[in-house]
Every structure is written in structure tokens, then in C-alpha cells.
């Protein structure tokens, strides 16, 4: 019998997730079928999309409510199609504010359909009560940290801790960096930067500026440096206008140009490429402690968004390998600290001094190892996981 497992994603992070998760399904039932909401990976990987995951790519409340009502009206036609489909399993990936809505008409008009929602809600860091409110519309959850897993269960919840997909990304070889660069005409020798400014509109527009002005110092130190941007694919083209105004001669990576999987391997390339990066805080902090390379992390909000996460926030830092490894060795620059000039001091030390990048080094390996490197494939994992799930 054919299984339909229903999927919905809501940002780059959830698409490289779901696309995992998918590959693993597929391993374990080559008959699967695969619907829902995702971006290019998830489709590469064999989902029908319903709609444009782009859609749904807003943070932040100044940036939803001019887009509520259309937001509404895809909730209800991705819960009409869950209930069209009478899947396998919903399994929604990460976005809460949209998926959560999603499982919770779902689950209240059939309780039947199993739901599993791969990425536990941070209630380590910011409003633990959203654990019981989900166990109201959640049936499992796939976690990507190991010590999340007790605060589901505590919540009424399955929980399976499946490991990140980042931790078996294949690691460019010091060839293929070499190539990068040669394809870009950057010397073996020049100190690469890689400035990652965000994979929503929203993101890229807020911190652009900033990251470009951070820049300028840096460029005034060390005049040789090269700048390589690997866009976001529906925000390239918003990347490449903000970084016709930076200094360096910036390379952009535009993903337009190459299909996904190929637009993955470049920027992974990339990363390898580069002695440091610049980047908005998120998932890519993984990706980057993967391919060993140390960071800066800076992050901004409108001033509503920032006030309401600065009384929620329940820790001192919000980059995922200081996290992991309770150390804090990559600099982070957050809301009022988001300021060019000492996210421009401390990516100067970041590509100079040896101390910090033996610290950035010795952290992210740590990460990777905790994450499952070196263990079982977390697509595999988490298909297991569902599919014990929906047993």
C-alpha cells in the first residue's frame, strides 16, 4: 500500500531538513509519496509543493501583519489539503507560528491523522509554556539537539532525538576550495571573507547595510581580502543589489544560476573557501562550524520584535555552537549590539589571530561530534523515527 506522508516547511533551514527526511523515507519505502509546502530541495528530493515555501519566509511581527490575511489563507488551503489527502502522517518542520496552526485544525478535525513536528520549539531559551501548548496538536517530535528531548517528553509528547542533517553534508576537500577561488579569480593566499546576510527579504534588508559598513574597516586592514556572498535563491536578487554598494569587489553566488543541490555544494565550497565568515544568526552557524570555519554572528530586528524577544529570551547567547558546546567562542552582536563597529573589531581577530580561530576550530568539531557525526545518517534517523511514529 502506497503511504502519503504530508510535509510542510517554511524556510531554507526547514527545506534542507525536509529534503533529509524525505531521502530517508524514500530509503525505507521506495513507494512513498510526498506533498505539502517546500522549497527547491524538497522538491528536488520528490515533494509537489501547493504553493511557493517562499510565501511563507517572514519574521518578525511589522512583517507579518501586512500579510496576515494571505498568510490565513494558506494555512486553510494547506489544512484542505491534509484533509484531502488523509496522509500517513503530517509532519511539519519547524515555522511554528504557521505549521503549529496547520496540525492544530488538522488534529481538531482529524484526530486520526498522526502529527510530527521535526525541530523542537526552543523552550530552553524563550517561552517554555509553547511545549504544552503544542503537545494540544502534536503527536511526536524529531529534535536536532539531545537535550531537548526531556523537555518534550515532560510535555506529553514522543521524542526522538534524530541528530542534524548538517553533521553528514559532505566537506569540500582543499581542492575543491582551491577551485572556487581560481573559478573567481581569488589567489590562494588572499583572505577570504564570507558574508551571509540572511535568507529572507526582511533579513537581507536589515542587515545588508550593516554587514557591508562592518566591511569597510575590515577591507581598510586588510586591503587584499575578497568578499563571496552565496545568496539565498528568493533573495539573490535583492542580495546582489545591497552588495553593489559594499567595498571589496564582492563575488555573488547567485543559486538562479545552478540547480539546488548544485547551489548547496557551492556554498558549502565556498564556506571551505573562506578563512572567515560573517553571518546572520540561524542554522547556517552549523553549516559553517561543518566545514571548520570560524565566524561572526550578528542579528537585528525591528524595534518591536526586539523589545518583545529581549523580555522572553532565557539565554546569553543564541549561536547554536556556543549552545551546543556551552562555551561561547563565536562572537555574537544581537539586536542593539548589531552596530558595524565592533562586528567589524571582532571579525578583524576572527581572521588574525590564532588563539581565537584554534578556539572557533575546537568548538565547532565539538559540535559536529554531539550532533551525530561519525554516527547513523539523521535522514535515516528521523524516517525511522516516523515511521516508528505512525506504527
Given at each position: 500500500m502506497?503511504?502519503?506522508?504530508?510535509?510542510i516547511?517554511?524556510?531554507?533551514s526547514g527545506?534542507?531538513?525536509?529534503?533529509s527526511?524525505m531521502q530517508g523515507?524514500?530509503?525505507?519505502?521506495?513507494?512513498?509519496?510526498?506533498?505539502?509546502?517546500?522549497?527547491?530541495?524538497?522538491?528536488?528530493?520528490?515533494?509537489?509543493?501547493?504553493?511557493p515555501?517562499d510565501?511563507?519566509?517572514?519574521m518578525?511581527?511589522?512583517?507579518?501583519?501586512?500579510?496576515?490575511?494571505?498568510?490565513?489563507?494558506?494555512?486553510?488551503?494547506?489544512v484542505d489539503?491534509?484533509l484531502s489527502?488523509?496522509?500517513a502522517?503530517?509532519?511539519?518542520i519547524?515555522?511554528p507560528d504557521f505549521?503549529?496552526?496547520?496540525?492544530?485544525r488538522?488534529k481538531?478535525?482529524a484526530?486520526?491523522?498522526?502529527?510530527?513536528?521535526?525541530?523542537a520549539?526552543?523552550v530552553?531559551?524563550?517561552?517554555?509554556?509553547?511545549?504544552?501548548?503544542?503537545a494540544?496538536c502534536?503527536?511526536?517530535?524529531?529534535?536536532?539537539?539531545?537535550?531537548?528531548?526531556?523537555?518534550?517528553?515532560?510535555?506529553?509528547?514522543?521524542?526522538?532525538?534524530?541528530?542534524h542533517?548538517v553533521?553528514?553534508?559532505?566537506v569540500?576537500s582543499a581542492e575543491?576550495?582551491?577551485?572556487?577561488?581560481?573559478?573567481?579569480?581569488i589567489?590562494?593566499?588572499?583572505p577570504?571573507i564570507?558574508?551571509?546576510p540572511g535568507?529572507?527579504?526582511?533579513?537581507v534588508?536589515?542587515l545588508?547595510?550593516?554587514?557591508?559598513?562592518?566591511?569597510?574597516?575590515?577591507?581598510?586592514?586588510?586591503?587584499?581580502?575578497?568578499?563571496v556572498?552565496?545568496?539565498a535563491?528568493?533573495v539573490?536578487?535583492?542580495?546582489?543589489?545591497?552588495?553593489?554598494?559594499?567595498?571589496?569587489?564582492?563575488?555573488?553566488?547567485d543559486?538562479?544560476e545552478?540547480?539546488a543541490?548544485?547551489?548547496?555544494?557551492?556554498?558549502?565550497?565556498?564556506f571551505?573557501?573562506s578563512d572567515?565568515?560573517?553571518?546572520?544568526?540561524?542554522t547556517?552557524?552549523l553549516?559553517l562550524?561543518?566545514?571548520?570555519?570560524?565566524m561572526?554572528?550578528?542579528y537585528?530586528m525591528?524595534?518591536?520584535?526586539?523589545r518583545?524577544i529581549?523580555?522572553?529570551?532565557?539565554?546569553?547567547?543564541?549561536?547554536?555552537?556556543?549552545?551546543?558546546t556551552e562555551?561561547?567562542a563565536?562572537?555574537?552582536f544581537i539586536?542593539?549590539?548589531c552596530?558595524?563597529?565592533?562586528?567589524?573589531?571582532?571579525?578583524?581577530?576572527?581572521l588574525?589571530d590564532?588563539s581565537?580561530?584554534?578556539q572557533q576550530?575546537?568548538?565547532a568539531?565539538e559540535?559536529m561530534?554531539?550532533?551525530?557525526?561519525?554516527?547513523?545518517d539523521?535522514g535515516?534517523r528521523a524516517a525511522?523515527?516516523?515511521l516508528d511514529?505512525?506504527?
Amino acid at each position: 500500500m502506497t503511504r502519503t506522508f504530508f510535509l510542510i516547511a517554511g524556510e531554507a533551514s526547514g527545506d534542507r531538513l525536509g529534503a533529509s527526511l524525505m531521502q530517508g523515507l524514500a530509503a525505507a519505502d521506495p513507494d512513498a509519496l510526498f506533498i505539502g509546502v517546500g522549497g527547491p530541495l524538497m522538491q528536488a528530493a520528490g515533494l509537489e509543493s501547493i504553493f511557493p515555501m517562499d510565501e511563507l519566509s517572514v519574521m518578525g511581527i511589522t512583517e507579518v501583519l501586512p500579510r496576515l490575511r494571505h498568510l490565513l489563507s494558506r494555512r486553510d488551503e494547506a489544512v484542505d489539503a491534509v484533509l484531502s489527502a488523509r496522509p500517513a502522517a503530517l509532519i511539519t518542520i519547524d515555522s511554528p507560528d504557521f505549521c503549529l496552526r496547520v496540525a492544530r485544525r488538522v488534529k481538531a478535525a482529524a484526530p486520526e491523522i498522526r502529527t510530527i513536528h521535526y525541530v523542537a520549539p526552543t523552550v530552553w531559551a524563550w517561552r517554555p509554556g509553547r511545549a504544552a501548548k503544542m503537545a494540544q496538536c502534536i503527536d511526536h517530535v524529531l529534535a536536532l539537539f539531545p537535550f531537548e528531548s526531556p523537555y518534550m517528553q515532560e510535555a506529553g509528547m514522543g521524542c526522538d532525538f534524530v541528530g542534524h542533517p548538517v553533521v553528514c553534508d559532505p566537506v569540500p576537500s582543499a581542492e575543491e576550495a582551491r577551485a572556487l577561488r581560481a573559478r573567481h579569480e581569488i589567489a590562494a593566499g588572499v583572505p577570504l571573507i564570507c558574508v551571509l546576510p540572511g535568507s529572507r527579504r526582511g533579513e537581507v534588508s536589515r542587515l545588508a547595510p550593516i554587514f557591508g559598513e562592518a566591511l569597510r574597516p575590515v577591507l581598510a586592514r586588510l586591503p587584499e581580502a575578497r568578499v563571496v556572498i552565496p545568496a539565498a535563491r528568493h533573495v539573490a536578487g535583492e542580495v546582489l543589489a545591497a552588495v553593489a554598494r559594499w567595498p571589496g569587489d564582492p563575488v555573488v553566488l547567485d543559486p538562479r544560476e545552478m540547480s539546488a543541490p548544485e547551489a548547496e555544494t557551492e556554498k558549502r565550497r565556498a564556506f571551505a573557501a573562506s578563512d572567515a565568515a560573517l553571518a546572520a544568526s540561524g542554522t547556517v552557524a552549523l553549516e559553517l562550524a561543518a566545514t571548520d570555519t570560524p565566524m561572526v554572528v550578528a542579528y537585528d530586528m525591528n524595534w518591536l520584535s526586539r523589545r518583545i524577544i529581549k523580555r522572553l529570551i532565557r539565554i546569553d547567547t543564541v549561536n547554536l555552537v556556543n549552545i551546543v558546546t556551552e562555551r561561547r567562542a563565536v562572537p555574537e552582536f544581537i539586536g542593539e549590539a548589531c552596530r558595524p563597529a565592533p562586528i567589524a573589531e571582532a571579525l578583524l581577530e576572527t581572521l588574525t589571530d590564532g588563539s581565537v580561530r584554534a578556539q572557533q576550530l575546537s568548538a565547532a568539531r565539538e559540535t559536529m561530534r554531539k550532533l551525530g557525526r561519525d554516527g547513523p545518517d539523521p535522514g535515516l534517523r528521523a524516517a525511522r523515527a516516523v515511521l516508528d511514529a505512525i506504527s
